[in-house]
């Protein structure tokens, strides 16, 4: 009972750090151009903020014109939540009305609580918590922030940019305990910040990706899987 009420504590903290996100994109949206239904239809419908926000800056740079490359971006930054579907589908449940339901809340933050949890049935809960809770606290304020985005004025002003990178990264950081996962972590974020200026949105988050593909794949600084039977033959 202890560890369930842990595990709800860190998903409504992921929930609170990322629903205040969702005040930046509302404003952020309607600066763009955006009407506050349009800036509301696109939490409810798309909810990725990563993709949202991938949308919205397209969209305010070049207008009507750049919509099929803000819808381009947007799908290129939305593609990561088709792997976190295949690593989450034994996880929600096994039946189908299940693993359909969890299709729209399966993102960044609802699968990192989930799979930081040993315990599968821990893992739903993690994960049912923080997808639900950061759905319905983002398009909240996702209308907060479009209703009083002049008021507001630049949301980085109030910090409103880094609060769900750095609720994901608090949710990384425990992890950050063998050779591999730093190295793969390093050298991601490198890539990805390295190609940023040279790349459509969308792309230096996938291409990073491969990085973590090919050291999973290779195992490189990894443990040999022969060392780990060796040493557990030693010691039973």
Same mark, same amino acid.
């Given at each position: ?68 490359s803000a819808i ?67 398009? #909240?304020?996702? +209308? /907060?922030? @479009?209703? &009083?985005?002049? *008021?507001? !004025?630049?949301?980085?002003?109030? %910090?409103? =940019? ?32 390295s190609l940023t ?5 969308? #792309?230096?988050? +996938? /291409?990073? @990706?491969? &990085?973590?593909? *090919?050291? !999973?794949?290779?195992?490189?600084? %990894?443990? =040999? ?12």
């Amino acid at each position: 009972m202890n560890a369930e009420r842990e595990v709800w504590r860190e998903a409504l903290g992921v929930v609170l750090a990322t629903s205040a996100y969702g005040v930046s994109f509302g404003a952020l949206a309607v600066a763009s151009g955006l009407d506050v239904w349009q800036a509301c239809v696109l939490s409810l419908l798309m909810f990725t903020g990563g993709s949202q926000f991938a949308f919205v800056g397209v969209f305010a740079a070049g207008g009507i014109s750049a919509l099929p490359s803000a819808i381009a971006s947007a799908a290129l930054l939305g593609v990561r939540n088709v792997a976190y579907g295949m690593r989450m589908s034994p996880i929600v449940g096994t039946t189908r009305s299940r693993r359909v339901a969890a299709a729209h809340f399966t993102i960044d933050e609802s699968t990192a609580v989930a799979i930081a949890q040993s315990d599968p049935r821990l893992r739903r809960v993690g994960f049912w918590v923080t997808g639900v809770g950061i759905f319905i606290g983002w398009n #909240l304020t996702t +209308l /907060v922030g @479009a209703l &009083v985005g002049d *008021v507001l !004025g630049e949301p980085r002003t109030w %910090g409103l =940019d880094a609060a769900a990178a750095a609720a994901f990264l608090a949710l990384l950081w425990p992890r950050l305990v063998q050779r591999q996962a730093i190295a793969v972590g390093a050298a991601a974020a490198v890539v990805a910040a390295s190609l940023t200026p040279l790349l459509m949105p969308g #792309l230096p988050v +996938l /291409v990073a @990706a491969v &990085v973590a593909i *090919v050291v !999973g794949w290779f195992n490189w600084l %990894g443990r =040999d899987p022969r060392s780990v039977e060796r040493t557990a033959g030693e010691t039973s």
